[in-house]
Structures are given as structure tokens and as C-alpha cells.
Nanobody
């Protein structure tokens, strides 16, 4: 059974940093694309970033230059370093996996974690 477990969320003031991690289990993820999405209250879940097996990256324009996605295939983990956080980054952040090459489409991702809350205060 595939399982994704996020950690590292919390509360921080604007301008601060957080690092999210996602531990994957149940299969080998080295050949798959791993991504991060987020969902703020009352809004749709939106793409944040993804990284494929060749470590090609794709970021949403809203986080480009502030967030960095990385992966460790030996540990089946993907991380999201978030710097210069803004109140509008407040959301539940989800880790997800897709068999497709780099994609920002939510429906392309077939495994999801339970999410971790990130709250940024002004």
C-alpha cells in the first residue's frame, strides 16, 4: 500500500522559513514525479512545485525564487524548502506522486498525503 506522510508544517511570521518533508513508502518512487500542492480555506487545491526522476523542476509562479523542491531517492523522500514566506502562503500543503513527467495538473497525481498545515502571520 502506497503511503505518503508529510511533516514540518507549523506557524511562522512573514519573512520566515519552513521546510516540509514527505516520506513515501509502499513502492519505489525513484522513477516517478513527486510534487507539492496546497489548499487554502475556501480555495481549490493548487500546484506548488514538482520534481521528476531526472531532477527537472517546475514551480508555480507564485513561489518561484522563494521555494525549493528536492528529492532523495535513496530515502524515498521529497522536501520543500520555503523561504520569504508570505501570509498568502498559508494553506494545507500536500505531497503527491504521479507517473507522468513534470505536470502541474492535480488530476495527474494518483497518490496523496494527508497534508500539513502552514500558517504565516503578518
Amino acid at each position: 500500500q502506497v503511503q505518503l506522510v508529510e511533516s514540518g508544517g507549523g506557524s511562522v511570521q512573514a519573512g520566515g522559513s519552513l521546510r516540509l518533508s514527505c516520506a513515501a513508502s509502499g513502492r519505489t518512487f525513484s522513477g516517478l514525479t513527486m510534487g507539492w500542492f496546497r489548499q487554502a480555506p475556501g480555495q481549490e487545491r493548487e500546484f506548488v512545485a514538482c520534481i521528476n526522476q531526472d531532477e527537472n523542476l517546475w514551480y508555480a509562479d507564485t513561489v518561484k525564487g522563494r521555494f525549493t523542491i528536492s528529492r532523495d531517492n535513496a530515502k524515498n523522500m521529497v522536501s520543500l524548502q520555503m523561504n520569504s514566506l508570505k501570509p498568502e502562503d498559508t494553506a494545507v500543503y500536500y505531497c503527491a506522486v504521479t507517473p507522468y513527467r513534470l505536470t502541474n495538473r492535480r488530476n495527474d497525481y494518483n497518490y496523496w498525503g494527508q497534508g500539513t498545515q502552514v500558517t504565516v502571520s503578518s
